[in-house]
C-alpha cells in the first residue's frame, strides 16, 4: 500500500476512498526549502494543486535510489507549476483532472460576460457607496451578439453552448482541433476572430505562441457594432491563463475606449496587487477562482483518488500526461 | 396630427417614426406640480417611464374639457406609477411594451444569479481592496441544481430556458398559467417551491397578494442542499418589483446562514440609500437596471412609436392594458 502526500487538500471523500484501499494519505503542505531537502522522497506520490511548485530540481529531490515518488497528480487542470519533462525523465507518472470543473469555469465564463455587459460590479459597488447610479449603468445584450472562442477545448464547448441558449452566434479557433460542430463557425486564424466578433472568451493554454495573444494590434481590430447592428462595444473575458491577455493593451484600450469592458479571473502575475487596471469602472476581476466551487473540488479530489488507486493497482492509469 | 410629450425620453430611432407619420414629440421632463397645474393637458398623448408618476389627480388634471390626453404610454413593462383604473375612467389607453425588455431581464437574472454564487461583486471588490481572497470565494456550480420561479410568464419562461441549458432541474409555480412546458415541473403551491428549491427567482408583479411573499417562514423551508447532494446554500434573486422580497427577512437569513446568497434589482423602497443588506458580502445589488440595455431601449421606443402611430390612425390598439 501506498504513501501518499497531499499537499494543498482534498476532499475528505477522496481521502476516505484511498485510505478504505488501505492507501496512507498525508494532508500536510510541503515547503520549496522541505521539497528541496527531499521531503517528499519518503512517498510514493504526491497529490498538489497550484500552491505548490515542482520544477526540474524539486522533482530530483524526491527521487531516492531505492524509491521516492513515482506519481504526481495534479488536482485540477494546468500543470504550468510542475516540470513534466523532468518527471518524465525519471519515469514518474504526471496526471491531472481536466473534466472535474469543467463547468465551473463554464459557468464562470458566462457570470463575467454578463457581469462585464451588464456593469454588475460597478452596480454593487456604487449602491455600497450609497449612490443610485441607474442611468450610468446602461449595459447591452448577449444574444444577437457573436461570441469569439479562443481555443476550442472542453471548456469552450461548454461555454458555446450556453452562449447559444442566450441567441449568441458562436465563432471559434483552435489550431488543434479538425471537427467542425453544428451551429459554431470555425475560423483558419486568430486574426479573423478579432476582426469579427464583439465579445471574445480566451480559453487556450498559455505557451510560448499564445503569450500575449490579446494584444493591442488585435483588440484594434474589433468591430465594436454588433451583428445586430448595436454599438454594443468589444468586450473581452478571460478565466484560462494569465499571460495571454496583455493586460497594458487591455488597460490601454479602455482607456481609448476600443475595449468597452474587460474581465479577468487570471493575471500575468497573481496575486494580483495593484495593478491599474483596478481604476476601471469597466473592467472587474476575481482572484483564479474560476473552477473554485464544491462540485470541482470534490470532483477534482475523486478523480484523482480513482486515477491513484488504478496506479498503485496496475501500476499505470487510463489516462496521464506523460506516459 | 396628434402632440405627444415624452417624459422621460425616447430612442431617436423612434422619435423619428414618430415624426415621419407627422406627428409632434415634445421630448421634456414634466415635474409633478406642473403636470397637476395641467401641463399635459395641452398633448394628445403622454409617454413615460418609471421616473414620471400619474395617480388619479394627475390624471385628472391632463383631461380637458374639449380635449387632453387620449393616450398614456409605458415606455417598459411594470404600471405601479399609473394609475390604471383612473385612465380607464376618462376612456384613456394605457399601453405598455411587456416584450422589449425580456431578452434583457433574461440576461440580467442569470447575471446576478451567477454572480451570487461565485461571488463575482466580492471577488472584484477584494482585488480593488488590494487582497487575494482566492481561498475565501468558493462558491457552487448552478448546474444540477433545482431553480424554483415564482411566476411564470414570458421573461420566467426565457430564464428557465437559459437555466435548464446550465443543467437546472426548473421548477415553477404561476397560478395565472395553466398550460404545463415539457420540461419545466409546476407547482400547486408557492410553499412547495421553498420547500424544493436551492435557488430562487421572482418573476412575478408585486400585488397585495406578492407583497412580502419572500418571508422568514417560507425562506426557513428552503432545503440548503442542492438535488445533486451538495450542501450549496440556499439562494434568492429578483429583477422583478421591489417589495416581493421582504428585504427584513432576507437580511436576518443571510445573517443565520439560511440564505447563501441574494441578488436584487429591485428594492420595496428606490434608491435603495443605507440599507442593512449592504453590510453582508453575501448580498449583492444593482439599481434597477434589469432592463437597461441600449436594445430593450431600442425596442421599447420603436413599439411604443408603433402603437402610437396605430391610436392616431386607428383610433385603438391592437394590444393595451385596459380597453
Keep these: 500500500m501506498a504513501r501518499i502526500a497531499v499537499t494543498d487538500g482534498m ?3 477522496a481521502v ?3 485510505e478504505k484501499e488501505g492507501h496512507e494519505v498525508v494532508l500536510r503542505h510541503h515547503d520549496p526549502d522541505e521539497i528541496s531537502s527531499g521531503s517528499l522522497a519518503v512517498f510514493d506520490a504526491v497529490v498538489i494543486r497550484s500552491a505548490t511548485k515542482l520544477p526540474a530540481e524539486q522533482i530530483s529531490a524526491s527521487i531516492k535510489d531505492d524509491g521516492g515518488i513515482r506519481f504526481i497528480g495534479r488536482a485540477g487542470v494546468g500543470v504550468d507549476n510542475i516540470d513534466v519533462d523532468e518527471a518524465t525523465k525519471y519515469g514518474i507518472v504526471v496526471c491531472n483532472t481536466p473534466g472535474a470543473s469543467t463547468r465551473s469555469v463554464v459557468e464562470m465564463t458566462i457570470g463575467h460576460l454578463i457581469a462585464s455587459t451588464r456593469n454588475i460590479a460597478t452596480a454593487d459597488r456604487t449602491l455600497r457607496d450609497g449612490l443610485w447610479a441607474k442611468k450610468n449603468l ?17 471548456i469552450a464547448r461548454g461555454v458555446a453552448q ?11 479557433y483552435d ?4 471537427d467542425s460542430i453544428q451551429g459554431i463557425t470555425m475560423h483558419e486564424s486568430v486574426d479573423d476572430i478579432f476582426a469579427n466578433c464583439t465579445h471574445i472568451s480566451v480559453h487556450c493554454n498559455l505557451t510560448d505562441e499564445t503569450r500575449n495573444l490579446v494584444n493591442t494590434e488585435r483588440i484594434s481590430t474589433m468591430p465594436g457594432v454588433g451583428a445586430d447592428g448595436i454599438h454594443c462595444g468589444n468586450h473581452i473575458v478571460s478565466c484560462a ?19 468597452r469592458t474587460l474581465a479577468l479571473d487570471v493575471f500575468e502575475s497573481e496575486p494580483l496587487g495593484r495593478s491599474p487596471l483596478l481604476n476601471h469602472d469597466s473592467f472587474h476581476g476575481s482572484p483564479h477562482i474560476a473552477a473554485s466551487t464544491l462540485e470541482a473540488q470534490a470532483r477534482i479530489g475523486t478523480e484523482m483518488a480513482s486515477l491513484l488507486i488504478e496506479f498503485f493497482e496496475t501500476g499505470k492509469t487510463s489516462t496521464s500526461l506523460n506516459f
Excluded: Y
Design 11 to 13: 476532499s475528505p471523500d
Design 16 to 18: 476516505e476512498m484511498l
Design 175 to 178: 489550431p488543434f482541433v479538425t
Design 138 to 154: 446602461r449595459g447591452s445584450e448577449i444574444g444577437g451578439k457573436r461570441l469569439g472562442l479562443i481555443g476550442f477545448g472542453r
Design 241 to 259: 491563463r494569465g499571460g495571454i491577455v496583455d493586460e497594458e493593451a487591455a488597460q490601454m484600450a479602455l482607456e481609448s475606449g476600443q475595449l
Design 162 to 172: 450556453a452562449a447559444r441558449s442566450f441567441g449568441m452566434d458562436v465563432h471559434a
